[in-house]
């Protein structure tokens, strides 16, 4: 079992800066991948970022050049640093991990980009 709880959001203006940790417990060194999803009103879930244990990196097309995923296995943790915030970043952002094939989700963390 892996626990994640994700810390960090909050409201920001357009072009401003924000960074979301997310911390594991459980059986954090079972985890594999670990990532960051978000969700806008009326939208789906979608990948904003992964990283894979070996800290090989995936980003949505959207965010490139403005967000950076990191992670420390040692202590279980993930982070997004999002930088040149637009409105349209504006979602509920979920940590998200795969520990023994299954997927384990934090509660979501609310970013909120005011133009």
């Known amino acids: 079992q892996v626990q994640l709880v994700e810390s960090g959001g909050g409201l920001v203006q357009a072009g401003g800066s924000l960074t979301l940790s997310c911390a594991a417990s459980g059986s954090i060194f079972s985890v594999s991948t670990m990532g960051w999803y978000r969700q806008a009103p009326g939208s789906q879930r979608d990948t904003v970022a992964t990283i894979t244990r070996g800290g090989r990196t995936n980003y949505v097309d959207s965010v490139k050049g403005r967000f950076t995923i990191s992670r420390d296995n040692a202590k279980g943790t993930v982070s997004l640093q999002m930088n040149s915030l637009k409105p349209e970043d504006t979602a509920v952002y979920y940590c998200?991990?795969?520990?023994?094939?299954?997927?384990?989700w934090g509660q979501g963390t609310q970013v909120t980009v005011s133009s």
């Open positions: 998200y991990a795969v520990a023994y094939g299954r997927d384990y």
